[in-house]
């Protein structure tokens, strides 16, 4: 006989390997992605907020960012695409059960300072707080000149 010959036994052989082979995969295709799937069963499980309180709790978020777009607008006011894009994050991370502070924090870090429509007092803003009440000082003092030309 030819030793290259197929034979019975070596088909038979290799069926059973391919066999093994694919059960060994799919067992550990399971055992590693089994973590996964009961870690994602006991997160949705244990963070069981209402569609109204999510709702409620994006609304109030989403009314103290501001749409990068329009700059003038919150992204609940907002009806650029971007403003819907950041109205979806916003909603999923409640869902994920983060707090508000946690999702303003997560969107300050993605957008900078400048999605938050009041922003933090920092060195870098002191003038943007401090421009109002030097204007209204300057306007005082412009008054207080124009009335004593007058007299």
């Keep these: 006989m030819d030793g290259n010959a197929v034979t019975p036994d070596k088909i ?3 069926r059973y390997m391919i066999r093994h082979l694919l059960i060994s995969s799919i067992f550990a ?8 799937l009961l870690a994602q069963t006991s997160a ?7 569609e109204a309180e999510i709702e409620s ?15 003038n607008q919150s992204i609940e ?10 109205r979806i994050l916003v ?11 946690a999702v303003m924090d997560y969107m300050q870090s993605r957008y900078g300072d400048f999605v938050l429509l009041e922003p ?3 060195k870098n803003t002191y003038i943007l707080w401090a421009f109002p009440f030097l204007l209204l000082v300057m306007g005082f003092l412009w008054f207080v000149r124009a009335a004593r030309k007058q007299t």
């Design 12 to 14: 038979i052989g290799e």
């Design 29 to 36: 295709i399971t055992l590693v992605s089994a973590p996964t």
């Design 44 to 50: 949705e499980s244990s963070v069981s907020i209402s």
């Design 57 to 71: 709790r994006a609304k109030d978020v989403g009314r103290a960012l501001r749409c990068v777009v329009c700059q």
């Design 77 to 86: 006011e907002s009806d650029a695409s971007l403003a819907e894009d950041m």
């Design 91 to 101: 909603r999923a991370r409640i869902r994920e059960g983060d707090s508000n502070e």
């Design 120 to 122: 933090p007092v920092q």
